[in-house]
């Protein structure tokens, strides 16, 4: 079956020069303009770092983006994912021709509305009304089009109280609302997001995934999502792009892709220690080692885990307790468990040790908080996924079977069989 493309990248590269706006000299923008007269590319376009922003570069131009090629088809709902500076902003502006590419052609079918950041397209002197009608002429809409959609607009933004308030007196959450609204309403054929829904509350988030799923899955048309949000892009995507350093590393099915993503960003450290000058804490009591071991020192499910926090008490009489929080690597909160003995302490090491039982966490990786809390349960240190492990499993538990097993945790839960006579 032929597919039905509504938006194709090509060869798609943008370059930017370090330091100061502009090329920077006379001579560079002469050699510019003696090459376009003759007909003949830019000589700058030879010469360039790759996109990454950890080092220091050796040139004055950067590829921000370098040979990107991707199809889109007609209600795909695309997962654009990587670290921060990978130059997923950066293309999803030059797919909604806010800036041009440096070369390579970007083709299109149908409408493009871009949500990039916190009133894109928005007039702050006007009111909220008066730029749903401004976004919607900018679309290519009617007055009456626009009109016709206005009501489910207002209603769904929730701004409903200050419709007629000029936007500049909306706080940056109701501003992301009223702009997803008028973007996803407007039925434009091609809807780009990035990260600005992070702006939005937990019911806003929730209300505009749904929203996202209903227009492609029942109106057909297209969505580009960039988000760091990897439980959201999960949810809501049907294929992923990853990109590095301006490349695009991987491009496919959604699950692989997050495999991809968290795989290239996790360093798995199971075990860290500190010298007592430099541990992370205060003049009541520091952390001086974190480990987490399993009976075998390999992390299957079907063993326990035990993670073991050292620290040093400085107070007599102090209270202090562990905690630990576990998030898996698409960013869901599994658990927190506080350790709830609270007794005086004297001036010294200790150890606390919590136990992850056997079944209990199913296969995948996770990342684990480690606090150290103080008397008046003020937060000591907070060392955010200081630690992280991969659980993985030997087959005992499946009895012969080896599909797909869901969900967060897998714990052996107690089952009973019996016959009831008739």
């Not at 080692?289 to 885990?305: G, H, R, V």
């Not at 003020?378 to 996924?385: D, M, R, S």
Request: hydrophobic share 40%; aromatic share 8%; proline share 2%.
């Amino acid at each position: 079956m032929k597919k039905d493309i509504i938006l194709k990248a090509e060869n798609i590269s943008k370059q930017y020069r370090l330091g100061q706006v502009g090329t920077g000299t006379l001579s560079h923008d002469i050699n510019r303009w003696w090459h376009k007269i003759r007909g003949k590319e830019s000589p700058y376009l030879k010469i360039g770092d790759i996109n990454d922003r950890s080092t220091k570069g050796n040139l004055d131009y950067v590829w921000a983006l370098k040979d990107i090629n991707f199809e889109v088809e007609r209600g795909e709902v695309l997962g654009i994912i990587g670290k921060n500076g990978a130059g997923k902003s950066t293309l999803l502006k030059i797919l909604s021709k806010v800036t041009a590419p440096t070369t390579g052609s970007i083709k299109s079918r149908g409408r493009i509305a871009s949500l990039l950041e916190v009133g894109t397209g928005f007039n702050g002197e006007m009111t909220g009304r008066e730029n749903i009608y401004l976004n919607g002429a900018i679309l290519g809409m009617t007055k009456k089009e626009i009109s016709s959609k206005l009501d489910e607009i207002i209603e769904f933004s929730g701004c409903i109280r200050y419709i007629d308030t000029p936007v500049k007196r909306y706080s940056s959450g109701m501003t992301v609302r009223l702009a997803f609204a008028v973007a996803a309403f407007l039925e434009p054929e091609i809807l780009v997001i990035d990260e600005v829904l992070a702006v939005g509350d937990a019911e806003f988030q929730k209300k505009a995934i749904g929203k996202m799923q209903n227009i492609s899955r029942e109106g057909g048309r297209t969505v580009l999502f960039v988000s760091h949000n990897m439980a959201a892009v999960k949810s809501l995507c049907t294929r992923g792009i990853v990109m590095e350093n301006g490349f695009v590393s991987f491009d496919g099915n959604i699950d692989q892709a997050l495999d991809i993503y968290s795989s290239n960003s996790v360093n798995f450290v199971s075990n860290i220690k500190w010298n007592i000058e430099d541990a992370p804490g205060n003049s009541e009591a520091k952390i001086t080692s974190i480990k987490i071991l399993s009976d075998e020192n390999y992390f299957l499910i079907e063993n326990d885990i035990k993670i073991e926090i050292e620290y040093f008490n400085f107070l007599e009489g102090n209270l202090i307790n562990a905690n630990i929080s576990i998030l898996n690597d698409k960013e869901v909160h599994v658990l927190a468990s506080p350790n709830l003995e609270r007794i005086p302490l004297e001036k010294g090491k200790y150890k606390s040790t919590c136990v992850i039982p056997k079944n209990f966490l199913n296969t995948g990786k996770y990342f684990f908080t480690v606090l150290l809390v103080g008397n008046n349960f003020e937060i000591i240190t907070q060392l955010e996924n200081i630690v992280a492990i991969e659980v993985d499993e030997n087959g005992d538990q499946r009895k012969g079977y080896f599909g797909y097993w869901g969900g967060i945790i897998r714990p052996d839960l107690k089952w009973k069989n019996e016959r009831i006579n008739l």
